[in-house]
Protein backbone atom coordinates (compact mmCIF):
# COMPACT_ATOMS: atom_id res chain seq x y z
CA UNK A 1 0.00 0.00 0.00
CA UNK A 2 1.54 3.27 -0.88
CA UNK A 3 1.38 6.60 1.02
CA UNK A 4 -0.97 8.43 -1.00
CA UNK A 5 -3.53 5.32 -0.32
CA UNK A 6 -2.77 5.14 3.25
CA UNK A 7 -3.44 8.87 3.60
CA UNK A 8 -6.94 10.01 2.13
CA UNK A 9 -7.68 13.21 3.28
CA UNK A 10 -7.00 15.92 6.23
CA UNK A 11 -9.84 16.30 8.49
CA UNK A 12 -10.93 19.92 9.71
CA UNK A 13 -13.75 20.47 12.20
CA UNK A 14 -13.71 23.10 15.44
CA UNK A 15 -12.74 20.06 17.89
CA UNK A 16 -10.01 19.01 15.18
CA UNK A 17 -8.49 22.96 15.01
CA UNK A 18 -8.43 23.00 18.90
CA UNK A 19 -6.30 20.18 18.57
CA UNK A 20 -4.32 21.79 16.05
CA UNK A 21 -3.45 24.35 17.97
CA UNK A 22 -3.76 23.47 21.55
CA UNK A 23 -2.22 19.66 21.50
CA UNK A 24 -0.16 19.77 18.50
CA UNK A 25 -2.07 17.06 16.75
CA UNK A 26 -3.65 16.57 13.05
CA UNK A 27 -6.56 14.10 12.24
CA UNK A 28 -6.47 12.34 8.66
CA UNK A 29 -9.33 10.29 7.06
CA UNK A 30 -7.35 7.04 6.43
CA UNK A 31 -7.74 3.84 4.28
CA UNK A 32 -9.89 1.64 6.59
CA UNK A 33 -7.37 -1.85 6.00
CA UNK A 34 -4.16 0.41 7.21
CA UNK A 35 -2.79 -0.07 10.68
CA UNK A 36 -0.92 2.30 13.19
CA UNK A 37 2.17 2.05 11.94
CA UNK A 38 1.61 2.26 8.80
CA UNK A 39 -0.58 5.33 8.74
CA UNK A 40 2.88 6.74 10.97
CA UNK A 41 5.48 6.36 8.28
CA UNK A 42 2.85 7.74 5.71
CA UNK A 43 2.57 10.84 7.48
CA UNK A 44 6.32 11.19 8.10
CA UNK A 45 7.47 10.41 4.93
CA UNK A 46 4.31 12.42 2.75
CA UNK A 47 4.64 15.41 4.85
CA UNK A 48 8.46 15.63 6.23
CA UNK A 49 7.10 15.14 10.28
CA UNK A 50 7.77 13.29 13.13
CA UNK A 51 5.34 11.29 14.55
CA UNK A 52 4.98 10.51 18.39
CA UNK A 53 1.76 9.02 18.31
CA UNK A 54 -1.21 7.55 16.52
CA UNK A 55 -4.87 7.08 17.41
CA UNK A 56 -7.67 5.78 15.33
CA UNK A 57 -11.21 5.81 16.06
CA UNK A 58 -13.59 4.56 13.19
CA UNK A 59 -16.64 7.13 13.46
CA UNK A 60 -20.25 6.03 13.25
CA UNK A 61 -20.40 6.50 9.39
CA UNK A 62 -17.73 3.89 8.85
CA UNK A 63 -15.08 6.72 8.28
CA UNK A 64 -11.39 5.62 9.77
CA UNK A 65 -9.72 8.37 11.17
CA UNK A 66 -6.08 9.01 12.46
CA UNK A 67 -5.52 11.65 15.25
CA UNK A 68 -1.34 11.87 15.23
CA UNK A 69 0.77 13.44 17.57
CA UNK A 70 3.96 15.45 16.01
CA UNK A 71 6.87 15.62 17.65
CA UNK A 72 7.60 19.04 19.49
CA UNK A 73 10.10 20.04 17.41
CA UNK A 74 7.16 20.36 14.39
CA UNK A 75 4.14 22.34 14.52
CA UNK A 76 0.59 21.06 13.57
CA UNK A 77 -0.40 24.64 13.11
CA UNK A 78 2.36 24.72 10.25
CA UNK A 79 1.83 21.46 8.85
CA UNK A 80 -2.06 22.73 8.47
CA UNK A 81 -1.65 25.96 6.91
CA UNK A 82 0.35 24.18 4.44
CA UNK A 83 -2.31 21.21 3.83
CA UNK A 84 -4.24 24.98 3.17
CA UNK A 85 -7.02 23.83 6.08
CA UNK A 86 -7.35 27.20 7.08
CA UNK A 87 -8.21 29.00 4.23
Known amino acids: MKNYEVILKPVITESVYDMIE ?11 DANKPRIKKAVEEL ?8 NTLITPLGIKRAICTLANEYSAGDLATELNLFG
Not at 23 to 32: G, L, M, T
Open 47 to 54: YNVRVVKV
Open 22 to 32: IQNKIVFEVAK
